[in-house]
């Protein structure tokens, strides 16, 4: 069995684990949830009890839940291709430490943005929640930009899985005008090297829903029902 990635939309941050996927080239599924309806229900709960996406199920019917998690677990396949690094290096502790830098600080300095949004709040309590997040994207993309200048990836000549999972991440300043990315000049080179990434442009098909042109690993995508027969199967 082929590994099944878990993947949420719109927009889900699961985005950056499908361009990690691509980039490492080995066969995997991908199964579609919905958000906010499939991922609250019964059937995904038997996944992930905190219904969030992403999950990965392995080839063996282990489930991973968890983007660092998951991003580890492939990086650990990768390291071959300098998608990861060896356990116990300076730079798997670098690797580790920049993850963690976007999973905590970039992740939730959205949250306040998500959450005026999706609730519909305006007035005195929205321009308050933007406020905020505002303030922590700009802290965050200044400490970013400090740590890319003069670097082609976030951790120097080449690329890494934390380039999947910034794309993923950084992408959602496109729904919150409250950043110009153009006062992070690195940042937004960055950025726009990986969007012309195949990987990446892969992930956003696959998210629309459009025909994809994968790397050759992609074997096609499976209900969350044949996922969890799966599963059962391999119990």
Known sequence: MEPILFYGVPSGCSFGSIVALEWLGEPYRL????M????????????NPVAETPALMTADGRIVT????ILNHLAARGIGKR????????????????????????FSAFAPLWYALEHDMAGVAKDALRAYGASSLAKVHAHLEAMIRGKDWLLGDE???ADAYLIGIARWTNYHDVLDRRAYPAVQRLLDRLENDPG????HAIERGEAAETSGAFAGEITLEEALSLHRQAA
């Not at 906010?36 to 996944?47: H, I, K, M, N, Q």
């Not at 968890?66 to 998690?69: D, G, I, V």
Request: charged residues 25%; neutral net charge.
């Open 31 to 34: 199964s579609r949830i919905e």
């Open 36 to 47: 906010p309806g499939d991922v609250a229900g019964e059937a995904y709960r038997r996944v």
């Open 66 to 69: 968890e983007s660092m998690a």
């Open 83 to 106: 998608l990861g690094c060896p356990q116990g290096t300076a730079e798997f502790d670098r690797l580790n430490q920049v993850l963690a830098y976007l999973n905590t600080s970039l």
């Open 159 to 161: 690329r890494s899985l």
């Open 200 to 203: 990446v442009r892969f992930a």
